[in-house]
């Protein structure tokens, strides 16, 4: 069992930035992929960015890619997404996730998740 639970969201002005935070406890949280996903209203739920156990590999959604950065600190049990040059259409409720890596993909399992922390950029 991996408990995950996110922090840092906010209300920001566009152009703004937030970073959030996802603190993990129960099974050993570097035998795990990480993940963040968002899912605004009305809309289904999107993969954001995911990172190895390490920071050496780690992914992007492209509407995201150059203004967002994934990391995690395996000694803090904690993983991090520095959001940067917010826009509104990034306004969303995000979640952390726990999985896998598998053919250059990032794998979320299904008993993994975050509660989730609501993120809103104002125009």
């Known amino acids: 069992q991996v408990l995950l639970v996110e922090s840092g969201g906010g209300l920001v002005q566009a152009g703004g930035s937030l970073r959030l935070s996802c603190a993990a406890s129960?099974?050993?949280?570097?035998?795990?992929?990480m993940g963040w996903f968002r899912q605004a209203p009305g809309k289904e739920r999107e993969f954001v960015a995911a990172?190895?156990?390490?920071?050496?590999?780690?992914y992007y959604a492209d509407m995201v890619k150059g203004r967002f950065t994934i990391s995690r600190d395996n000694a803090l049990d904690t993983m991090y997404l520095q959001m940067n040059i917010l826009k509104p259409e990034d306004t969303a409720v995000y979640y952390c996730?726990?999985?896998?890596?598998?053919?250059?993909?990032?794998?979320?399992?299904?008993?993994?998740w975050g509660q989730g922390t609501q993120v809103t950029v104002s125009s």
């Open positions: 996730s726990a999985g896998y890596l598998n053919g250059g993909r990032y794998l979320p399992s299904p008993d993994f």
């Open positions: 129960g099974r050993t949280f570097n035998n795990y992929a």
């Open positions: 990172i190895g156990w390490s920071d050496s590999i780690t």
